[in-house]
């Protein structure tokens, strides 16, 4: 309160009035606002950076399971061609037409038997292949928004040495690295 040239005021007016007379302006003041978008920009990279490479870690786990479970059916089929061999050398050893009308029989449900277990192998040996597509795309997109996370925190960097040494053109080079680092996250968003 002011009464006759006496003027009083508590700590927080004192603050508000501080804050008023030496607000930040200039240099500064741009440095604090592009700083803090490029900081917050960054935060969202470095999120969508880290979600792609769970993506892609996730896929090439999906692509191991479907090619063991390949595998396995390539095992099976490979104990259907013995049994299928066996079959063929007891058909043409055995004397007996009886005997032979049985082995032809086995014969026969072998190879359709193995044609089915062939048809799913190669089924999960294709859906191993997607996975392993997926997972790759994921890690390209991994790497976009790491390139665009680190551009940022370099525009950061540069942003407080601009702020110390008062240099007007490293004012422009935060920006420009900013613009790269914004750039390089549009095309991680774009799939590019």
Known sequence: ???????VHGP???????????EP???AGQLAVITAVL?????FFSYMGGATQ?????YKNDAAIKKTEASNQWNYYQAKSSKQNLSELAL?????????????DKIARYEKEKAEIKDKAEKLEAESSHFD?????QMHLHHRWAQATTALQVAIAIAAIALLTKKRWMEWATVGLGIVGISLGGAAWLHL
């Open 133 to 137: 597509e997926l997972s790759e795309g």
């Open 25 to 27: 302006r200039g240099l």
């Open 54 to 58: 769970a993506n892609a870690a996730l």
């Open 39 to 43: 900081a917050t920009v960054g935060a």
């Open 92 to 104: 043409d050893l055995s004397a007996n037409e009886e005997q032979k009308a049985k082995y032809r």
């Open 1 to 7: 309160m002011s009464s006759g040239g006496f003027h």
């Open 12 to 22: 927080h007016d004192h603050e508000l009035e501080h804050a008023a007379q030496h």
